[in-house]
């Protein structure tokens, strides 16, 4: 019992830092990034490229910068973790940079993959090279369109 | 007990809250980070299988769909909508947190609310999303869409597809829950009379981090 009433003191002063301002502020940065997002992607497609593959990638890499910032700032300001104490901070920030290793130690190996298997399996590049054969994209009864 | 802080204060002996934080707020933050890892696991998978893979289906195509509309001049308009949403509902999470902070019983029922409406929006969002598509015929080992390069594709990406928003739509429905649960605790007055709403922050937490998780999917599915 005493426990909860200390807890109820710890969050009594929190009540004068609370800004709704902040909130809104977030609201609106999280927005223009999702705006400016869907605006490069279905820019890519609108354009051509001399080098797609290579704007293809600059794009990702964009959009990996653009998601990690919001993320950020929902992390920080909705979820508050940038408020709180910073070693508590630390207990979720330190094992979050486990994605770094999970993500590009992955990635390295599917891309090996897929190099390998173009290299060693004739048979499945020369199937991932067929053409599909062209068809109506299905169109049954009871499809919603 | 002396407030004086001396070297030899055990500050992890018990007693104490070292990250002044309650206990429960605290296993939130440690579940979500759990839950981060199987989210993560899950996308990470999916973007192991798309680097190994010759061509992937485009999303600008797959889901260029709006409803009653038809198909849309702007693809990705309908999952923009959705992000919105989900946003949006945050927003009014954090003001009913705030709140909560102030003690204001009655505002923090408007916002759950609302905050509730906003999940349950995107549900349905998700719900139309899901039956169009399997009205195309795209399902579990069934891919209607060609890969980008004109060549035929595998069942990778639907499978992926609806194991992972479905995944995701299943933490909102959770989420939903546990809200509807919220509202129902605060309008008995059960926050009230304990004297603080922290159980309105740890809700909020967790519909937050749904909101996070959507960032990804959106980035991972829509946008690459």
């Known amino acids: ?145 | 007990m002396s407030q004086t802080i001396t070297a030899d204060r055990k500050w992890w002996s018990g007693g104490k809250s070292p990250f002044n934080v309650e206990y429960g707020k605290l296993m939130m933050w440690y579940f979500l980070m759990s839950d981060a890892f199987t989210f993560g696991a899950f996308l990470i998978s999916y973007g192991t299988i798309r680097f190994s893979s010759n061509s992937w289906p485009d999303p600008n195509h797959v889901f260029r769909s709006f409803p009653v509309i038809g198909e849309m001049p702007i693809p990705l308009a309908f999952v923009s909508l959705m992000t919105f949403i989900l946003i949006m509902s945050s927003v009014t999470m954090v003001l009913a947190v705030g709140a909560g902070h102030a003690n204001d019983r009655k505002k923090v029922m408007i916002y759950m609310g609302w905050t509730i409406l906003g999940g349950i929006a995107f549900l349905s969002c998700q719900a139309w999303e899901w039956t169009h598509m399997h009205g195309e015929g795209a399902w579990w080992g069934r891919n209607p869409f060609m890969n980008i390069d004109g060549s035929q594709s595998s069942t990778n990406f639907t499978n992926f597809f609806f194991t992972i928003t479905g995944f995701h739509g299943f933490h909102v429905f959770s989420g939903v829950i546990i809200n509807i649960i919220m509202l129902i605790m605060t309008w008995q007055g059960v926050f009230e009379r304990r004297g603080h709403y922290l159980m309105i922050e740890k809700a909020g937490l967790y519909w937050h981090f749904v909101d996070l998780v959507w960032v990804f999917v959106f980035t991972c599915f829509y946008l690459f």
């Open chain 1, 1 to 145: 019992m005493e426990n909860i009433h200390g807890t109820a003191e710890l969050h009594q002063d929190d009540a004068h830092t609370f800004d709704t301002k902040a909130i809104w502020r977030t609201f609106r940065i999280l927005l223009y990034i999702t705006v400016f997002e869907l605006i490069l992607a279905i820019g890519y497609y609108e354009m051509t490229f001399s080098d797609p593959h290579f704007v293809k990638h600059l794009l990702n890499g964009v959009f990996i910068v653009l998601t990690l910032a919001k993320a950020f700032f929902i992390v920080a300001e909705f979820m508050h973790l940038g408020h709180e104490l910073r070693n508590l901070i630390l207990t979720i920030a330190i094992p979050a940079l486990l994605f770094l290793w999970f993500i590009g130690a992955f990635l390295w190996d599917g891309s090996s993959y897929k190099n390998l298997r173009n290299t060693y399996d004739r048979n499945h590049l020369e199937q991932s090279q067929q053409k599909a054969p062209v068809k109506e994209e299905a169109k049954k009864p009871g499809s919603i369109e």
